[in-house]
């Protein structure tokens, strides 16, 4: 089993900045393993299966690849602190078209190929809001 638990939401306005958190923690039988993380959003009116109706925005994949989706690309940074299983994900220029539930999922090493795309992750944290007010 592996839970998350992100933090850093808020309500900024347009072109403004948040960073969230997400600590991961892995009970004894992953205690091991390497996991792969990345940061997903579900926006109001797409509720729901997170792993069919949430969108990836960025993630870090277990061969140290970065992935961003585009409309992200140049704004967000994605970011670990390996060491304490944090994952990070920097926002800076936020525009409204950003405001969603944001999730950080999880999955085993081996077990994630497309790294962006939600039905990869079997672990998923609680989500945290942002809204951007124009």
């Known amino acids: 089993q592996v839970t998350l638990a992100e933090s850093g939401g808020g309500s900024v306005q347009a072109g403004g900045s948040l960073r969230l958190s997400c600590v991961a923690t892995k009970d004894s039988h992953y205690s091991n393993r390497k996991i792969c993380m990345g940061w997903f959003r579900q926006v109001p009116g797409k509720e729901g299966s997170l792993q069919i109706n949430?969108?990836?925005?960025?993630?870090?994949?277990?061969?140290?690849?970065?992935h961003y989706a585009d409309s992200v690309k140049g704004r967000f940074t994605i970011s670990q602190d390996d060491a304490n299983n944090i994952l990070y994900l920097q926002m800076n220029s936020l525009k409204s078209e950003d405001t969603a539930m944001y999730y950080c999922?999880?999955?085993?090493?081996?077990?994630?190929?497309?790294?962006?795309?939600?039905?990869?992750?079997?672990?998923w944290g609680q989500g945290t809001q942002v809204t951007v007010s124009s």
């Open positions: 999922a999880a999955d085993i090493e081996g077990y994630v190929s497309k790294f962006l795309l939600p039905y990869e992750y079997d672990y």
């Open positions: 949430s969108e990836g925005v960025a993630a870090l994949g277990c061969d140290g690849s970065i």
